[in-house]
């Protein structure tokens, strides 16, 4: 494969307070000099045999490629963040900074900070969407990495030294003060709208279960937090209870096998939360068979497990 050139998307000659020489440079020099190693690093992989090559080289040469990668796609992207006046965010795009951030003035500090504190050093700021929770978050990348998995960055400011030398020197603070003031929001918001679009990552589906309520561990500890009286059935099968120590605080452990024998212990005028180790069918069919009963029962998705990964409290098995 050969990666393709991206030709400039900003207008040098129209930037306020950066030169077309130091545009130039830096696309020239800099993202030119990134996708040609690129080129010649994805050609040198292509022609290597992974079954004798020594040990090693393949990882190596991967993860150079990876930087490299990256490198360019960051580049496009900032090339791609130039050009407006920096002034408004556009809506729906404000809205969501406020969203996400409190106000846009928030967001803008917490952005600005960040690139502040790279300065006289190297990485990249950016603000980025995360299809999984449908929110921005503003986040850094050393060496042209520290991606956050599956976000899609739509704002990028480039703090390495090349970026701004030319014109500023080493006074990076009046060169990101210079890039808020030539960002393209309109061309910023276009990617945001196109970011939206993303579907998060497929979620676990039962849909042998998709008329019980699940509530997840974080949900159960706001409610138990918040002083609702609810009733919470450890539902583990008798032989994983054997094996354990501990039990979800504030929960009782009832084998799911007998139903009928503990049934008449809860109070229907009450909430139920079951569980079982995982969340997939012992917890939930313990809240099938108690909500058939009459009961507001649900069960808790990721069972057991979930909720010591959520940290919620424990306590010893008795």
């Known amino acids: 494969m050969q990666y393709t050139l991206a030709p400039l998307y900003c207008r040098p000659w129209t930037l306020n307070g950066m030169t077309p020489r130091l545009i130039e440079s830096h696309y020239e020099n800099n993202y030119g000099g990134a996708l040609r190693r690129l080129n010649a690093l994805t050609g040198e992989i292509a022609a290597l045999d992974p079954a004798t090559a020594a040990l090693g ?54 952005f600005i900070a960040l690139a502040q504190g790279l300065g006289g050093g190297s990485g990249w700021v950016l603000l980025s969407y995360v299809p999984r929770d449908q929110s921005l978050i503003n986040h850094i990348g050393s060496d042209h990495t520290q991606s956050i998995a599956g976000a899609v960055p739509i704002l990028a400011l480039d703090m390495y030294e090349h970026a701004y030398h030319l014109d ?5 603070p009046a060169y990101i003060a210079t890039f808020m003031r030539n960002i393209d929001w309109n061309a910023v918001q276009g990617r945001y709208q196109d970011a939206i679009t993303l579907a998060p990552p497929r979620k676990l589906q039962q849909p042998e279960f998709a008329d019980v309520g699940a509530v997840s561990p974080e ?61 997939f ?4 069919q313990t809240a099938v068979a108690l909500r058939k009963a009459g009961f507001d029962a649900r069960y808790m998705a990721g069972g057991h497990s979930g909720w010591k990964a959520a940290g919620g409290k424990m306590q010893m098995l008795d």
């Open 57 to 110: 080289v393949l990882t190596r040469l991967k993860r150079d490629q990876a930087l490299l990668l990256n490198s360019t796609l960051l580049h496009e992207l900032y090339f791609a963040s130039l050009g407006g006046d920096g002034r408004t965010v556009p809506e729906p795009l404000s809205a969501a900074i406020v969203r996400d951030f409190g106000s846009v003035d928030r967001w803008r500090q917490e």
């Open 168 to 172: 500023f020197g080493a006074n990076a």
């Open 219 to 279: 949900e159960v500890k706001s409610m138990i937090e918040s002083g609702v009286d609810v009733q919470i059935i450890d539902a583990r099968p008798r032989h994983y209870t054997a094996k354990s120590s501990e039990i979800m605080a504030g929960a009782v452990w009832r084998d799911p096998e007998r139903i009928d024998d503990w049934i008449g212990e809860l109070a229907k005028d009450k909430p139920v939360v079951t569980f079982c180790v995982y969340g």
């Open 281 to 284: 069918h012992i917890g939930c």
